[in-house]
């Protein structure tokens, strides 16, 4: 909602007018003006997950065949990365793979515990070793528990 402020300013006038053989002097006028200044929209804050599905290629040549191992997310009601769900026969590798930092295939690396958020929301470019991939990047509106 725009803010209304009134601004005055006082025009000095004197003016000389002749009435009859009598001078009137009229010095000070006051004009008062509205003035809308806009204030800046404020952006309304709202809470994501962002979610990735680790998977274990289990025949090189064909994708079909690879399983989900796992999905993990980033909440930002919670500030925290949260495993949703394991694959009881992967789960020590990918708890494995939670704990280091990433690199990515531009030869950068995303830190896990400086940069968590973006650690999980650059996990689906990353390059794990012993067949394990991510994918399946999703961001979606964290609602609140």
């Known amino acids: 909602m725009p803010n209304t402020k009134k601004k005055v300013a006082e025009a000095e006038k004197i003016e000389n007018v002749i009435i009859g053989p ?3 002097d009229i010095q000070k006028e006051t004009i008062v003006e509205d003035v809308v200044e806009e204030e800046p929209e404020e952006t309304s804050y709202i809470p994501k997950r962002y979610y990735v599905q680790f998977y274990k290629q289990v025949e ?4 079909a065949f690879d399983v989900v191992a796992g999905t993990v997310y980033w909440s930002d009601i919670k500030q925290d990365i949260i495993i949703e769900g394991l694959n009881n026969i992967y789960s020590s590798d990918v708890e494995g793979l939670l704990l280091g930092d990433i ?16 650690w999980v929301k650059n ?22 528990e």
């Open 22 to 24: 009598k001078i009137k």
């Open 60 to 63: 090189p040549s064909n994708s």
């Open 103 to 118: 690199s990515l295939a531009n030869g950068v690396f995303v830190s896990r515990y400086e940069t968590p958020k973006d």
């Open 123 to 144: 996990l689906h470019k990353a390059i794990f070793m012993n067949g394990f991939y991510a994918k399946d990047f999703m961001e979606i509106i964290d609602e609140t």
